[in-house]
């Protein structure tokens, strides 16, 4: 048996089996990534699609997915690559090494390309890729961005801020019942990674407002008032700086039972989240 720290869930796993994620496996005792190097996606994206709306507006970034998540959110719109049906992904990948990825990187320059972006399914099930990578990419002087649910332990974050320059984090709601029951996650520990990681790098967060689960102004006004009160934040600025992007929900996936949130709603719910940060910017919309 091998426990793995990564995330919340700290599966304990036998010999040769995999994590809640699908993407960790004991290996002689020792947790590795299943999935190293193994990429499902891979596009030159406008730098607002990760979204990051307030670094490098403008540029392109080379963003990449590989397999795995550790959370369940029914309406994921990236599950053929996050959610493994019967202990297997629907999708073929491609091996793309730390030093190909940073070499399509440099490539892409010519095209305005700024970076690489971990992102798509959850990048932290395999963190060690990013590491590595990101490492390489800014010996050449790329940036490096993370598209993350948060729910990483401090230690996983420790060893990749040295190398991470931009974060968008999801905060999904306010309630513990909504990040356990909806979603099997954790709220506390998501928390906890987001007020580390504003004090560390550059983070725009992301909420997506599920009608009947997160979609009050009394959450809103909850979720926009604990991130004005975070402090310190990277480059000197306040809570109140930091961006927050409301989106519109879609039914899909295992989520077919409601229909997509209201425009109104979403724009109502912006003006709230207004009452306490500057930047607030609506999704999907
Ligand atoms: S990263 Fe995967 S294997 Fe590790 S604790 Fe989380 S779900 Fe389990």
């Known amino acids: 048996m091998a426990t793995c720290e ?60 590989s397999l795995g998540c550790n959370l369940r959110c029914p309406f994921c719109q990236n599950h053929e690559i996050a959610q493994a049906e019967a202990g297997k992904f629907s999708v ?8 190909k990825l940073v070499e399509l990187a440099e490539y892409y320059r010519k095209r305005g390309n700024i970076g ?13 890729y990013v590491r590595d990578t990101a490492k390489l990419a800014h010996q050449k002087g790329l940036v490096c961005v ?14 990749l801020i040295p190398c991470i320059d931009a974060m968008n984090i999801d905060l999904k709601g306010f309630t513990d019942r909504y990040y356990c029951d909806v979603l099997k996650g954790d709220r506390a520990m998501t928390m906890d990674f987001i007020r580390e990681a504003v004090r ?20 809103m006004r909850e979720i926009s008032g604990w991130i004005a009160g975070l402090q310190p934040v990277y480059g000197g600025k306040t809570g109140r700086d ?44």
């Open 6 to 65: 990564v995330c919340f869930r700290r599966c304990v796993l036998p010999e040769g089996k995999t994590g809640a994620c699908g993407a960790r496996i004991n290996r002689g005792g020792w947790i590795e990534p299943v999935y190293y190097g193994q990429l499902s996606s891979l596009a030159l994206d406008p730098v607002e699609k990760k979204p990051l709306m307030h670094y490098h507006p403008g540029s392109m970034i080379l963003s990449a997915g």
């Open 92 to 99: 073929q990948t491609d091996e793309v090494t730390p030093e």
């Open 116 to 128: 690489i972006a971990f992102t798509y399914n959850e990048p932290l099930v395999c963190y060690e």
């Open 146 to 159: 993370l598209v993350t649910n948060g729910t990483a332990a401090l230690p996983v974050l420790e060893e």
């Open 200 to 219: 560390r790098c550059h983070v725009e967060l992301t909420t997506l407002i599920v009608p009947g689960e997160n979609d009050t102004r009394d959450e």
């Open 242 to 285: 930091i961006p927050l992007h409301i989106s519109r929900f879609f039914p899909r996936y295992r989520m077919t039972d409601r229909k997509a949130t209201d425009v109104r709603l979403v724009y109502e719910l912006a003006e709230t989240a207004r009452e306490n940060l500057r930047y607030v910017h609506m999704g999907n919309c």
